[in-house]
């Protein structure tokens, strides 16, 4: 059912003013009648006289005052009746500009429009306040649409890569019959192994955007040692040493997605390392209320200035692509970023004067006496 428009916020002020002024005008000659009008005689000095013979009558009496008072005394409320309704208005229209200044860059920014912001001046009050925090929304949401944007059409582009592929290799087999089948089958399962793999990704680096799952105690030396059992094999196919070092480290947050987060860093530093006698040491610990973890490989070394660039989506360096079965899709060490953020942690990389990479994450600790047996 649509609302019916009511009255705007000025003018209720306005009307607010002078009927302020009005009841004060009003008070204020009833004021003057308790405590002046009704001590004046009530008769004139014609009856007097007849009454009570010659009387001296000093000033006017009551009728005779309220005569002349009443006329002006309507006067002065009109008057304070038409200067409350102008001046409110005119000060409503003051006090009300900052308020209409946020609403035009709300409607701004509901048209699409982030880029504009209030900045307003003047002291710091209510609305300079508000103003403030509603330019940091503004601020949060064009840089988040603005990621969201370019991760969409990162992602359009990775997704597009398989399935061009997919449909290059069905139009040279039906073009040529002879091609050997078994060829064709296992580069087809490649490429739609990629893609899948793709999309999982993308997938749950939704999920740890939102994050809403469920949170429970995890101790990330556990975590570590699966991982590390998981990609075992993968390390010793590139003569890598992968070893698990430290104590207990609890947090709260969802297994599954830091045994993803864990894995993620394992196996991009498996990858990412020597081709042969490379090391990769996994390391957990507590410190103070803070459960630390560190994953630090050998390798080629990184540019300063690509370090920072890893955790963009579909971020690899040039440095770090990989063509075997084991390229990635620039989403790893993203993953990584997301599911920290998500478990309101931090995430460091410091590339290794050696070569290689240091990833240093940073959970908010579990007290010993919550966490469980």
Same mark, same amino acid.
Not at 139 to 148: G, N, R, T
Not at 241 to 249: F, I, K, Q, R, W
Not at 306 to 318: D, H, I, K, M, N
């Given at each position: ?29 009833? $004021?003057?009648? $308790?405590?002046?009008?009704?001590? +004046? ?16 009558? !000093? ?30 208005? @005119? ?25 504009? #912001? ?62 050997? #089948?078994?060829?064709? @089958? ?15 990704? +993308? ?19 556990? @975590? ?57 040491? !996994? ?11 560190? !994953?630090?490989?050998?390798?080629? #070394? ?8 890893? =955790? ?5 360096? =040039? ?18 970023? #997301? ?35």
């Amino acid at each position: 059912m649509p609302r019916r428009p009511g009255r705007s916020a000025r003018l209720k002020l306005t009307l607010s003013y002078a009927g302020f002024l009005f009841v004060a005008g009003t008070l204020m000659l009833a $004021v003057m009648w $308790v405590f002046v009008l009704r001590w +004046l005689p009530a008769h004139d000095p014609a009856s007097l006289q007849k009454m009570f013979g010659p009387v001296i009558i !000093v000033g006017p009496n009551r009728s005779e005052l309220l005569r002349g008072f009443a006329p002006a005394a309507a006067t002065a409320l009109a008057f304070l009746l038409v200067f409350g309704l102008l001046g409110g208005w @005119i000060l409503a229209g003051r006090m009300l500009a900052p308020l209409t200044q946020i609403t035009d860059a709300a409607r701004m920014a509901g048209n699409g429009s982030l880029s504009h #912001r209030i900045r307003m001046k003047g002291r710091q009050d209510e609305f300079r306040e508000l103003s403030d925090v509603f330019d940091s929304m503004l601020e949060q949401l064009e840089s988040h649409v603005a990621e969201q944007q370019r991760f969409a059409a990162n992602a359009s582009h990775e997704l597009r890569t398989p399935l061009a592929l997919s449909r290059t290799l069905l139009d040279v087999a039906r073009e040529d019959p002879t091609r050997d #089948r078994d060829e064709l @089958i296992e580069r087809l399962h490649a490429v739609n192994a990629r893609a899948i793999g793709l999309t999982e990704a +993308l997938l749950l680096l939704s999920r740890s955007d939102r994050g809403n799952f469920t949170r429970e105690s995890v101790d990330l030396s556990l @975590i570590a040692e699966e991982a590390a059992e998981t990609l075992l094999p993968l390390a010793e196919h590139r003569r890598t040493t992968l070893d698990v070092t430290g104590g207990a480290a609890r947090t709260s947050g969802s297994a599954e997605l830091l045994l993803r987060m864990v894995t993620n860093l394992v196996q991009n530093a498996v990858v990412h390392n020597l081709p042969a006698g490379g090391t990769v040491t !996994v390391h957990t610990e507590a410190h103070g209320g803070t459960s630390v973890l560190r !994953v630090e490989n050998t390798g080629h #070394r990184l540019p300063p200035e690509l370090v920072p660039t890893l =955790t963009e989506p579909f971020q690899r360096g =040039t440095e770090r692509v990989r063509t075997d079965e084991h390229a990635g899709v620039g989403l790893g060490l993203a993953i990584v970023h #997301r599911i920290v953020r998500a478990h309101d942690g931090t995430l460091d990389l410091a590339p290794r004067p050696a070569g290689g990479l240091l990833v240093t994450v940073r959970l908010p600790g579990m007290p010993k006496a919550a966490a469980p047996e």
